[in-house]
């Protein structure tokens, strides 16, 4: 069956940068997309990028360029997220999400998501 | 950019109502819209994809319809499952995507 499993927990201090992997299995991994999205404390879902495992490709959404990076690793099928430069407004879920290359079938597999803290 | 307004916010309802969810777009998304399902703790779940299909395992009192810029989530007699926070996403503007703020259905 399709599996998405993140790294655990993290805690790290504002200016730090932190990298959640997100290791799939089940599935072709170079045939989806890897998305990313968080949900911060009473806050709602925000799409952050994707990467596409085939060819390394990503796009991101504006607020998060030049501070988020995505990679993978074909090897072991698994995605990578890192922030840096974290502020404290960074404090969130993280979540990994698949969807098809064609986007017209949503996210239909996530990870059981990782909890980023920033805090002094 | 596309914003996507959902309403209302939160709303109370009891085991078996009908509870109506509306997600309006700020433009013509055609029909590439999709709703999620978040629980406490747990992560999304993919209820409804391009406006209207059903996805895979998600019972069939859950119904997604419209198009263009005014969607609906219906979820015919509500089970105590199914309070949760719903959310609308859009993939019409691929490579970028939005999701809606959300509405919370809780227990009257």
């Known amino acids: 069956q399709v599996r998405l499993v993140q790294s655990g927990a993290e805690v790290k201090k504002p200016g730090a940068s932190v990298k959640v992997s997100c290791r799939t299995s089940?599935?072709?991994?170079?045939?989806?997309?890897v998305h990313w999205v968080r949900e911060a404390p009473g806050q709602g879902l925000e799409w952050m990028g994707w990467?596409?495992?085939?060819?390394?490709?990503?796009n991101f959404a504006q607020k998060f360029q030049g501070r988020v990076t995505l990679t993978r690793d074909t090897s072991i099928n698994t995605a990578y997220m890192e922030v840096k430069r974290l502020r404290s407004d960074d404090t969130a879920v993280y979540y990994c999400?698949?969807?098809?290359?064609?986007?017209?079938?949503?996210?239909?597999?996530w990870g059981q998501g990782t909890l980023v803290t920033v805090s002094s | 950019d596309i914003q996507l307004t959902q309403s209302p916010s939160s709303l109370s309802a009891s085991v078996g109502d009908r509870v109506t969810i509306t997600c309006r777009a700020s433009q013509n998304i055609n029909r590439y819209i999709h709703w999620y399902q978040v629980k406490r703790g747990q992560a999304p779940k993919l209820l409804i994809y391009a406006a209207s299909s059903l996805q895979s395992g998600v019972p069939s009192r859950f119904r997604g319809s419209g198009s263009g810029t005014d969607f609906t989530l219906t979820i015919n007699s509500l089970q105590p499952d199914d309070f949760a926070t719903y959310y609308c996403q859009q993939s019409y503007t691929t490579p970028l995507f939005t999701f809606g703020g959300g509405t919370k259905v809780d227990m009257k």
């Open positions: 999400a698949r969807s098809y290359f064609d986007f017209a079938f949503g996210f239909d597999y």
């Open positions: 089940g599935y072709t991994f170079t045939g989806n997309y």
């Open positions: 990467i596409n495992p085939k060819s390394g490709g990503t």
